[in-house]
C-alpha cells in the first residue's frame, strides 16, 4: 500500500503490534481524566481498580515479553495493588516503558515463529512469539473492557 496511513497493513508483525498498541492505549485512555483518589477506587468486590489494572498489565507485559520470551528473571509482581506513593503518572509511564521494550522485542525478532525461551510457567510447551502477541492483544482487550466498565461505574464516562 502505497498510503502512509495505512503503512501498518502491510505486515504480520505490524498489524500485530498495531492492535495491541490501540488496546494498551484504550486502558491508558480510560484511566485519565479522574483524581487519583477516583483511579484507585475499587470498583467490584475484588478491590479491582483503574490504576491497578495499568499496574498489572505492565506486570503482564515484563512476564510474557521479557520472562518467557527473552528468558529473563521477573522484575515485578502481577499485583494490582497500587502503591500509596506511586501516582497515575508514574504508574502509565512505567507501563508505557514496558510497552515499548516488548515492542523493541517483538521488531527485533527475526520472524514470529521463533520460539520463547521457556514455557510459561505451569504450562508445558514453549510458544512462538506470534502466539504471546496474539495472547497480549486478548489480555489487554479483556483488561480494557474492564477498564470502560470501572470508569463508567465511577463517573458515568462511556466510549473514550
Same mark, same amino acid.
Given at each position: 500500500?502505497?498510503?502512509?496511513?495505512? $503503512?501498518?497493513? *502491510?505486515?504480520? &508483525?505490524?498489524?500485530?503490534?498495531?492492535?495491541?498498541? @490501540?488496546?494498551?492505549? $484504550?486502558? %491508558?485512555?480510560?484511566?485519565?481524566?479522574?483524581?487519583?483518589?477516583?483511579?484507585?477506587? =475499587?470498583?467490584?468486590?475484588?478491590?479491582?481498580?483503574?490504576?491497578?489494572? %495499568? &499496574?498489572? /498489565?505492565?506486570? %503482564?507485559?515484563?512476564?510474557?515479553?521479557?520472562?518467557?520470551?527473552?528468558?529473563?528473571?521477573?522484575?515485578?509482581?502481577?499485583?494490582?495493588? %497500587? =502503591? +500509596?506513593?506511586?501516582?497515575?503518572?508514574?504508574?502509565?509511564? *512505567?507501563?508505557?516503558?514496558?510497552? $515499548?521494550?516488548?515492542?523493541? #522485542?517483538?521488531? !527485533?525478532?527475526?520472524? /514470529?515463529?521463533?520460539? !520463547? !525461551?521457556? !514455557?510459561? =510457567?505451569?504450562?508445558?510447551? &514453549?510458544? =512462538?512469539?506470534?502466539?504471546?502477541?496474539?495472547?497480549?492483544?486478548?489480555?489487554? +482487550?479483556?483488561? @480494557?473492557?474492564? *477498564?470502560? #466498565?470501572? &470508569?463508567?461505574?465511577?463517573?458515568?464516562?462511556? $466510549?473514550?
Amino acid at each position: 500500500m502505497s498510503d502512509e496511513r495505512f $503503512a501498518w497493513m *502491510a505486515s504480520e &508483525r505490524e498489524v500485530l503490534l498495531h492492535y495491541l498498541n @490501540a488496546m494498551r492505549d $484504550a486502558v %491508558v485512555r480510560v484511566s485519565e481524566g479522574l483524581c487519583e483518589e477516583r483511579q484507585r477506587e =475499587p470498583g467490584v468486590e475484588s478491590g479491582t481498580n483503574l490504576l491497578g489494572l %495499568v &499496574r498489572h /498489565l505492565t506486570w %503482564v507485559e515484563q512476564h510474557w515479553f521479557q520472562c518467557v520470551f527473552l528468558g529473563e528473571e521477573p522484575g515485578t509482581t502481577d499485583s494490582m495493588v %497500587v =502503591p +500509596a506513593g506511586q501516582s497515575h503518572d508514574e504508574i502509565v509511564a *512505567a507501563y508505557r516503558k514496558a510497552c $515499548a521494550r516488548s515492542d523493541d #522485542i517483538v521488531r !527485533a525478532a527475526p520472524d /514470529l515463529g521463533v520460539l !520463547a !525461551a521457556r !514455557a510459561n =510457567p505451569g504450562e508445558q510447551v &514453549r510458544v =512462538p512469539l506470534r502466539v504471546i502477541v496474539t495472547h497480549l492483544i486478548e489480555e489487554t +482487550a479483556r483488561h @480494557a473492557g474492564h *477498564a470502560d #466498565i470501572l &470508569r463508567e461505574r465511577l463517573d458515568g464516562a462511556t $466510549a473514550l
